[in-house]
């Protein structure tokens, strides 16, 4: 079985910046792509950022040029660098991962869900 156990969130004024991390733990093979979604209230989860094993980025285009997503492969974990963050970025971010186990398969794990909060 596979954790991801996430850290970083809070409250923050707008213009303001927040690190949030994932860290996995259990029985990892190997990752190969990491993510980070968010929800708000009232609205379906969304993609926020991914990164492949082989470093290819995925951005949504509601935090292209202020979020920076990142990975340690040998930390198995992955990291979400928010800069310039407004309220529209309010919302309870999530990470998943997606594991390669025993002959090539592939789960998709999920954290718990950490709250971040931008105020006007």
């Known amino acids: 079985q596979v954790q991801l156990v996430e850290s970083g969130g809070g409250l923050v004024q707008a213009g303001g910046s927040l690190r949030l991390s994932c860290a996995a733990s259990?029985?990892?093979?190997?990752?190969?792509?990491m993510g980070w979604y968010r929800q708000a209230p009232g609205k379906e989860r969304e993609l926020v950022a991914s990164?492949?094993?082989?470093?290819?980025?995925t951005m949504s285009a509601s935090v292209l040029g202020r979020f920076t997503i990142s990975r340690d492969n040998a930390k198995n974990t992955a990291n979400l660098q928010m800069d310039s963050l407004k309220p529209e970025d309010t919302a309870v971010y999530y990470c998943t991962f997606r594991v390669i186990g025993r002959y090539n398969s592939q789960s998709d794990y999920w954290g718990q869900g950490t709250q971040v909060t931008v105020s006007s």
């Open positions: 259990g029985n990892i093979g190997s990752i190969n792509a």
């Open positions: 990164i492949t094993s082989g470093g290819r980025e």
